[in-house]
């Protein structure tokens, strides 16, 4: 949800495909609350990459099972992507194709109630239909950002 307690309504943008390079884990619900030690861990690499200019960063969860176990990587947006990755970096493309985009502004505990909130209301009542393709969570520049107040924004991949 956004500070104001709205739900936002989505943009649909056709994005391009989207090479970070990321450092990733595996999670599943309930080890889901331990994601922003990755953040942490990231921020930590000191990794300085050539063409790492966009000041955005992402958080992508991807290869969801079953059983409720995922994948989930922060990354940077680099062009061109370096011949040689830092120890422990990996590489995470994001898919090309039509994405509901949520943009929303608010504490970072406030993240998995959006979630739940376009996976649990949003999409079953909205007459779009998931495609494959990552979810991620893009968090662009923002000078005023804090942890209680930052800009993010959900991609969701829809058909369409």
């Known amino acids: 949800?956004?500070?104001?307690?709205?739900?936002?309504?989505?943009?649909?943008?056709?994005?391009?495909?989207?090479?970070l390079v990321a450092l990733a884990r595996e999670f599943d619900p309930d080890s889901r609350a331990d994601i922003p030690g990755l953040?942490?861990?990231?921020?930590?690499?000191?990794w300085v990459l050539p063409g790492d200019e966009e000041p955005a960063c992402y958080?992508?969860?991807?290869?969801?099972?079953?059983?409720?176990?995922?994948?989930?990587?922060?990354g940077r947006n680099v062009d061109p992507l370096p011949e040689a990755l830092p120890e422990g970096a990996c590489v995470v493309t994001l898919s090309p194709g039509r994405h509901?985009?949520?943009?929303?502004?608010?504490?970072?505990?406030?993240?998995?109630?959006?979630?739940d909130a376009i996976f649990g209301s949003w999409l079953p009542q909205s007459g779009?239909?998931?495609r494959e393709g990552a979810?991620?969570?893009r968090y662009p520049f923002d000078e005023d950002?804090?942890?209680?107040?930052m800009a993010y924004e959900i991609w969701v991949p829809v058909a369409g």
């Open 59 to 74: 958080g992508v969860s991807y290869n969801v099972r079953p059983d409720g176990r995922f994948s989930y990587a922060v």
């Open 39 to 46: 953040w942490a861990e990231f921020f930590g690499c000191g």
């Open 100 to 115: 509901a985009v949520f943009r929303a502004r608010g504490g970072v505990q406030e993240i998995p109630a959006l979630f």
């Open 145 to 149: 950002s804090s942890p209680e107040s």
């Open 135 to 137: 979810v991620f969570e």
């Open 1 to 19: 949800m956004s500070q104001d307690g709205q739900f936002p309504q989505p943009e649909f943008v056709n994005a391009q495909e989207t090479p």
């Open 128 to 130: 779009e239909t998931l």
